[in-house]
């Protein structure tokens, strides 16, 4: 039971990448989730998250404008569009669901209690 991402590699800054992360072995329907990243060194740290009722969408400062989260239950899937890329946006990029609303939880610290079905990553690297 958890999330497998897709999507990552090596593009250059300002290019863009299309990250996707497949519920297997439950309903995604049920659940607000949320894009994670962390960087080597760093804490991880939380990027967008939607929810599954209204579909209502949180993003972290730094994403506005460039990152936009979407998801479609029927292929148990949740989608991150990344542009205007930058090297600080190199990461591993993982999904996870959400034990409480989408908000802005998600530009504090992230518990990991708080958060369940964690994926193995996918690695985003931006470089020229």
């Known amino acids: 039971v958890q999330f497998v991402e897709s999507g990552g590699g090596l593009v250059q800054p300002g290019g863009s990448l299309s990250l996707s992360c497949v519920a297997s072995g439950f309903t995604l329907d049920y659940y607000a989730v949320g894009w994670f990243r962390q960087a080597p060194g760093k804490e991880r740290e939380g990027v967008s998250c939607?929810?599954?009722?209204?579909?209502?969408?949180y993003y972290v400062d730094s994403m506005k404008g460039r990152f936009t989260i979407s998801r479609d239950n029927a292929k148990k899937t949740v989608y991150l569009q990344m542009n205007s890329l930058k090297p600080e946006d190199t990461a591993v990029y993982y999904c996870a669901v959400l034990t409480s609303p989408c908000g802005s939880k998600l530009s504090g610290t992230i518990y990991y209690y708080e958060y369940d079905y964690w994926g193995q990553g996918t690695q985003v690297t931006v470089s020229s």
């Open positions: 939607i929810n599954n009722i209204d579909g209502g969408t």
